[in-house]
Protein backbone atom coordinates (compact mmCIF):
# COMPACT_ATOMS: atom_id res chain seq x y z
CA UNK A 1 0.00 0.00 0.00
CA UNK A 2 1.34 3.69 -0.61
CA UNK A 3 -0.18 6.27 0.75
CA UNK A 4 -1.95 9.04 -1.85
CA UNK A 5 -0.92 6.53 -5.16
CA UNK A 6 -3.44 6.26 -8.20
CA UNK A 7 -3.56 3.61 -10.93
CA UNK A 8 -3.08 4.26 -14.20
CA UNK A 9 -5.87 5.37 -16.39
CA UNK A 10 -5.77 2.97 -19.70
CA UNK A 11 -7.72 5.90 -21.49
CA UNK A 12 -5.73 9.38 -20.60
CA UNK A 13 -2.94 9.09 -23.49
CA UNK A 14 -0.12 10.96 -20.80
CA UNK A 15 -0.91 8.42 -18.20
CA UNK A 16 -0.16 5.83 -20.85
CA UNK A 17 3.05 7.23 -22.40
CA UNK A 18 4.36 7.53 -18.58
CA UNK A 19 3.52 3.66 -17.77
CA UNK A 20 4.94 2.25 -21.35
CA UNK A 21 8.25 4.20 -20.58
CA UNK A 22 8.12 3.12 -17.03
CA UNK A 23 8.01 -0.69 -18.85
CA UNK A 24 10.13 0.00 -21.38
CA UNK A 25 12.93 1.36 -18.93
CA UNK A 26 12.24 -1.96 -17.04
CA UNK A 27 12.89 -4.30 -19.97
CA UNK A 28 15.82 -2.55 -20.91
CA UNK A 29 17.83 -3.41 -18.03
CA UNK A 30 17.59 -7.16 -19.26
CA UNK A 31 17.20 -8.76 -15.94
CA UNK A 32 17.94 -12.82 -16.21
CA UNK A 33 16.15 -14.84 -13.44
CA UNK A 34 15.66 -18.73 -13.24
CA UNK A 35 11.45 -18.52 -13.10
CA UNK A 36 10.66 -19.12 -17.24
CA UNK A 37 6.82 -18.00 -17.87
CA UNK A 38 5.86 -20.65 -20.59
CA UNK A 39 2.12 -19.24 -21.26
CA UNK A 40 1.15 -23.00 -22.81
CA UNK A 41 2.31 -24.23 -19.23
CA UNK A 42 0.23 -22.05 -17.77
CA UNK A 43 -2.82 -22.64 -20.01
CA UNK A 44 -2.29 -26.32 -19.43
CA UNK A 45 -1.84 -25.86 -15.59
CA UNK A 46 -5.11 -23.74 -15.08
CA UNK A 47 -7.64 -26.19 -17.55
CA UNK A 48 -6.37 -28.44 -15.27
CA UNK A 49 -7.63 -27.10 -12.30
CA UNK A 50 -11.16 -27.44 -13.64
CA UNK A 51 -11.22 -30.83 -12.14
CA UNK A 52 -13.07 -32.59 -14.25
CA UNK A 53 -15.78 -29.59 -14.96
CA UNK A 54 -16.19 -29.09 -18.78
CA UNK A 55 -15.36 -25.77 -20.67
CA UNK A 56 -18.92 -23.50 -21.19
CA UNK A 57 -17.39 -23.10 -24.66
CA UNK A 58 -18.61 -25.23 -26.99
CA UNK A 59 -15.83 -24.61 -29.49
CA UNK A 60 -13.31 -24.45 -26.38
CA UNK A 61 -10.97 -27.48 -28.12
CA UNK A 62 -11.00 -25.72 -31.13
CA UNK A 63 -9.84 -22.55 -29.91
CA UNK A 64 -7.47 -24.38 -27.80
CA UNK A 65 -5.95 -26.12 -30.47
CA UNK A 66 -5.35 -23.16 -32.49
CA UNK A 67 -3.79 -20.76 -29.58
CA UNK A 68 -1.53 -24.05 -29.60
CA UNK A 69 -0.68 -23.18 -33.04
CA UNK A 70 0.99 -20.61 -32.76
CA UNK A 71 3.80 -22.04 -30.07
CA UNK A 72 6.37 -22.94 -33.20
CA UNK A 73 6.18 -19.21 -35.01
CA UNK A 74 7.01 -18.04 -31.22
CA UNK A 75 9.72 -20.41 -30.64
CA UNK A 76 11.35 -19.54 -34.00
CA UNK A 77 10.25 -15.91 -33.79
CA UNK A 78 10.99 -14.63 -30.21
CA UNK A 79 13.52 -12.02 -30.28
CA UNK A 80 15.24 -12.06 -26.77
CA UNK A 81 13.42 -12.73 -23.43
CA UNK A 82 13.79 -10.60 -19.90
CA UNK A 83 12.16 -10.40 -17.44
CA UNK A 84 8.75 -9.22 -17.78
CA UNK A 85 5.97 -8.22 -15.32
CA UNK A 86 3.01 -10.83 -17.23
CA UNK A 87 0.80 -8.57 -15.59
CA UNK A 88 1.60 -5.05 -16.49
CA UNK A 89 -1.85 -3.92 -16.47
CA UNK A 90 -3.38 -0.46 -15.81
CA UNK A 91 -4.59 -1.51 -12.18
CA UNK A 92 -0.64 -2.25 -11.23
CA UNK A 93 0.99 1.08 -12.25
CA UNK A 94 0.61 3.39 -9.63
CA UNK A 95 1.75 6.67 -9.77
CA UNK A 96 2.96 8.24 -6.23
CA UNK A 97 1.95 11.47 -4.85
CA UNK A 98 6.16 11.89 -4.88
CA UNK A 99 6.27 11.77 -9.23
CA UNK A 100 7.56 8.13 -9.47
CA UNK A 101 5.57 5.17 -10.81
CA UNK A 102 5.81 2.07 -9.20
CA UNK A 103 4.96 -1.38 -10.56
CA UNK A 104 3.17 -3.80 -8.18
CA UNK A 105 1.98 -7.35 -8.28
CA UNK A 106 4.66 -9.47 -9.22
CA UNK A 107 3.18 -12.85 -9.04
CA UNK A 108 3.54 -14.30 -12.86
CA UNK A 109 6.88 -12.53 -13.49
CA UNK A 110 9.68 -14.30 -15.41
CA UNK A 111 11.47 -14.91 -18.54
CA UNK A 112 9.56 -14.25 -21.41
CA UNK A 113 9.26 -12.05 -24.82
CA UNK A 114 8.44 -8.41 -23.49
CA UNK A 115 6.06 -7.73 -25.91
CA UNK A 116 3.81 -9.87 -23.23
CA UNK A 117 3.50 -7.24 -21.34
CA UNK A 118 2.23 -4.54 -23.73
CA UNK A 119 -0.15 -7.30 -25.03
CA UNK A 120 -1.59 -8.08 -21.25
CA UNK A 121 -2.13 -4.21 -20.99
CA UNK A 122 -4.17 -3.84 -23.74
CA UNK A 123 -6.25 -7.11 -23.75
CA UNK A 124 -7.01 -6.42 -19.48
CA UNK A 125 -7.97 -2.31 -21.15
CA UNK A 126 -10.31 -3.91 -23.73
CA UNK A 127 -8.49 -2.25 -26.09
CA UNK A 128 -9.78 -2.44 -30.09
CA UNK A 129 -6.81 -2.82 -32.77
CA UNK A 130 -6.53 0.74 -33.23
CA UNK A 131 -5.80 1.09 -29.35
CA UNK A 132 -3.55 -1.65 -28.83
CA UNK A 133 -1.75 -0.74 -31.94
CA UNK A 134 -1.32 3.11 -30.39
CA UNK A 135 -0.33 1.51 -27.18
CA UNK A 136 2.74 -0.48 -28.81
CA UNK A 137 4.25 2.51 -30.79
CA UNK A 138 4.41 4.49 -26.90
CA UNK A 139 6.35 1.44 -26.16
CA UNK A 140 8.26 1.26 -28.75
CA UNK A 141 8.74 5.06 -29.20
CA UNK A 142 8.21 3.80 -32.87
CA UNK A 143 6.30 2.31 -35.61
CA UNK A 144 6.23 -1.32 -35.41
CA UNK A 145 7.42 -3.81 -37.42
CA UNK A 146 5.36 -6.80 -39.34
CA UNK A 147 7.16 -9.01 -37.01
CA UNK A 148 6.27 -6.93 -33.91
CA UNK A 149 2.70 -6.66 -34.90
CA UNK A 150 2.94 -10.39 -35.30
CA UNK A 151 4.16 -10.95 -31.64
CA UNK A 152 2.02 -7.97 -30.12
CA UNK A 153 -1.41 -10.10 -31.43
CA UNK A 154 0.13 -13.54 -31.18
CA UNK A 155 0.83 -12.66 -27.22
CA UNK A 156 -2.84 -11.12 -27.14
CA UNK A 157 -4.55 -14.10 -28.33
CA UNK A 158 -2.59 -16.31 -25.96
CA UNK A 159 -3.15 -13.74 -22.88
CA UNK A 160 -6.59 -13.88 -23.90
CA UNK A 161 -6.92 -17.59 -23.80
CA UNK A 162 -5.06 -17.99 -20.49
CA UNK A 163 -7.11 -14.85 -18.82
CA UNK A 164 -10.32 -16.91 -19.77
CA UNK A 165 -8.94 -20.25 -18.14
CA UNK A 166 -8.05 -18.13 -15.17
CA UNK A 167 -12.07 -17.12 -14.98
CA UNK A 168 -13.55 -19.72 -15.85
CA UNK A 169 -11.49 -21.92 -12.80
CA UNK A 170 -12.39 -18.72 -10.51
CA UNK A 171 -16.15 -19.18 -11.57
CA UNK A 172 -15.78 -22.95 -10.33
CA UNK A 173 -15.25 -21.49 -7.20
CA UNK A 174 -17.77 -18.89 -7.03
CA UNK A 175 -16.77 -16.08 -8.06
CA UNK A 176 -18.18 -14.49 -11.43
CA UNK A 177 -16.02 -12.15 -13.24
CA UNK A 178 -19.02 -11.05 -15.63
CA UNK A 179 -17.73 -10.12 -19.30
CA UNK A 180 -14.36 -10.58 -18.70
CA UNK A 181 -14.30 -14.16 -19.70
CA UNK A 182 -15.92 -13.73 -22.70
CA UNK A 183 -14.45 -10.90 -23.50
CA UNK A 184 -11.23 -12.39 -23.03
CA UNK A 185 -11.96 -15.47 -25.14
CA UNK A 186 -12.91 -13.69 -28.19
CA UNK A 187 -9.58 -12.19 -27.81
CA UNK A 188 -8.29 -15.40 -28.34
CA UNK A 189 -10.39 -16.02 -31.47
CA UNK A 190 -10.57 -12.66 -32.61
CA UNK A 191 -6.26 -12.46 -33.31
CA UNK A 192 -5.75 -16.25 -34.42
CA UNK A 193 -8.13 -15.06 -37.08
CA UNK A 194 -6.23 -12.26 -37.72
CA UNK A 195 -2.57 -13.60 -37.63
CA UNK A 196 -3.39 -15.96 -39.93
CA UNK A 197 -3.84 -13.23 -42.48
CA UNK A 198 -0.80 -11.70 -41.54
Excluded at 23 to 39: A, T
Excluded at 152 to 165: K, V
Aim: hydrophobic share 40%.
Amino acid sequence: FIEGSRVCDPNNVDDLKACMKKLREFHDMGLIVEREFDIFKQIDFYESLWDGERSVYKDYYKTKEHVFELKEYIDQHIERKCLSHIDAVPDNFLFTIDGDIRLIDWEYAGMCDPVMDVSMCAIYSYYNEEDMERLFRLYLRREPSEDELFALYANAALGGFLWCLWAVYKSILGDEFGEYTIIMYRYAKKYYRKLRKL
